[in-house]
């Protein structure tokens, strides 16, 4: 495994601060407009925080190939817009009250209001990569980039199809799961990184190398989204202790735990998922006990450190012009699994 | 006035309906994939039927400029699954139950599966697109039209914004409500005519006038629409009577009307008006026999009929190379007017 020593780790979060910082500053350009009410809806997640993973990865990969940085970030304020969109749908659909330490946009402006900033949300998201097609001069590279996040946004709502699916059912595969989750939340990092190559004109072999570094980052870093929706701190997050669990969603964690625990405790584990919102907190608490003793928890890790390393070849089989984005794009990838929220 | 014979109204007719059967099958083409509850939701508002107006007038300023009608047809289905996008989402936001004489999507498939079916459609509006500007091997005009395909993604939200803003005022001017219109629908019979001007090559100047012509059209469209929102039968229009007067909506009507009636008749008429669904059958009838009275029936027919006497000016003072589909545009325009739903 490639080593990541505590300076490059640290050299990497100051670059992410950086590129969070540009990436919003376009975000919020984009994001002016009337009714205020609107665009205020739509600049709340924003506004809230988040991690600006998606970006940080798309300026890294066109960093590789030759993308200015510029161009990088107003491609990842793409991403990062058409990110948002999918949160804010989503909490509307799973009904999540709360999102990076603040009340999510329908408890805040009411559904209507939160389907209509979504909208507005994934337009510019077009916008954003319009802006980079056309400041990069090359309407060829910009229609391929559209035409890479018109794939994510179709993958994206598949997958988001599936997982509303699997809710209603028990009997989800481990490979339905895996498929899921490709669709949900590694066709985004796929996008992000493909993009960037594409827009600094990468060739097609280089691209498949990114975009296979990507898709298993992407798995990994939702298999680790699934460990902190069970056993992430509430203060850490922004958002309620086993929020996964009170969803009654099949995660990884818990198709491994109805595998594996006994079927009384397979029973128990399977009522409380499925009282949903009714689940007390002793209950959702007891989940999560059963779920850790049925060694969903070291499995799942063990998994996302499989996907890594996957990933880590993917990497390192590239050939980059800038080896110092590359190796901070690795700093991010061995970060993600590490993270606490 | 340009003369709209009945042997070109019948032309028209004919042309209208070929133009859909062929945009109704790449439409349906598009949408096909999995999960299939996810794809039946998204394709349920097409297959209910609809007047594919927009791709009738997309495929007419294609042809004006030289465009090949099977291009036209891919990027007027691109307009009309944005259309059906807005459709979807704008049922949830105001509680129609019925549209097209089909329950709504969110009726049908519940609120998340509404939600996600109308983001799929926007996405494939987009796949649309990229499959014109691959097919036409042009891809600066394939990013052209994709730009004016974002321009009215974000002004039809703000349109949509500002009518749910409308209702929860009574000052609304005239002037507000014909902001709002021309971006709630005329922007997008803009983006239509504009795309298919764009994808033929036409120069700035002729899409200038095209665009006049669909700017025009699509307000006179909108208050025809308002009109027969009050004033509609059921079985021609596939939902019910008075649905914009149990909605509360300001329309032109209403703004007029509150203008026009006594003191006390306009004080009812916003009783009735703020009921929204509590309100009775017989309160509907007599809110619209108060809209009849005030004259803001007649008063919308020749509004109406003024913007479409601009757009005829518009439209004649263009240079097409193909006369026959400017009469054709013509036809739409003045049945648009004409049109009993």
Redesign the interface.
């Known amino acids: 495994m490639h080593e990541v020593s505590g300076d490059l780790i640290s050299r990497m979060l100051d670059y992410a601060k950086k590129v969070a910082k540009m990436t919003d500053s376009f975000m919020l350009e984009l994001l002016s407009?009337?009714?205020q009410?609107?665009y205020d809806a739509s600049k709340h997640l924003i506004l809230a925080g988040g991690k600006r993973l998606r970006p940080l990865v798309t300026v890294l990969a066109g960093r590789m190939y030759g993308l200015p940085e510029e161009l990088g970030v107003k491609a990842g304020a793409a991403v990062e817009l058409f990110h948002t969109f999918t949160l804010v749908?989503d909490d509307?659909?799973d009904r999540d009250e709360m999102r990076r330490g603040v009340p999510t946009v329908h408890v805040k402006w009411g559904?209507?209001?939160a389907?209509?900033a979504?909208?507005?949300l994934?337009?510019?998201a077009?916008?954003a990569l319009?802006r980079v097609?056309e400041d990069a001069g090359d309407?060829?590279r910009?229609?391929a980039a559209?035409?890479q996040l018109?794939w994510s946004?179709?993958t994206v709502?598949?997958g988001?199809?599936?997982d509303?699916?699997f809710e209603r059912r028990w009997d989800v595969s481990v490979g339905e799961y895996l498929k899921m989750i490709y669709k949900k939340t590694a066709a985004l990092f796929r996008t992000s990184m493909v993009i960037g190559a594409l827009l600094a004109g990468a060739d097609e072999e280089e691209i498949e190398k990114i975009a296979g570094f990507a898709d298993n980052i992407g798995i990994a870093f939702q298999i680790k989204d699934d460990i902190l929706g069970v056993f992430g701190e509430e203060k850490i997050l922004g958002k309620p202790v086993y929020s996964d669990i009170r969803e009654g969603k099949k995660t990884i964690l818990v198709l491994h735990a109805l595998q594996h625990l006994s079927e009384k405790e397979a029973e128990e584990l399977k009522r409380i998922l499925g009282l949903k919102e009714k689940a007390t907190y002793e209950e959702l608490r007891r989940a999560a006990e059963l779920i850790e003793k049925s060694g969903a928890r070291e499995y799942a890790e063990k998994l996302a450190a499989d996907y890594v390393r996957r990933a880590e070849e993917a990497l390192y089989s590239t050939s980059p012009k800038d080896l110092e984005a590359r190796d901070l794009l690795w700093a991010v990838a061995t970060y993600v699994i590490q993270r606490r929220k």
Do not use: C, R, W
Request: proline letters at 3%; hydrophobic letters at 40%.
């Open positions: 407009g009337e009714p009410y609107l749908h509307i659909m559904e209507s209001t389907i209509l979504g909208d507005l994934y337009a510019k077009y916008e319009i097609g309407y060829d910009g229609f559209i035409k018109t946004a179709v709502a598949e988001q199809a599936l509303m699916d």
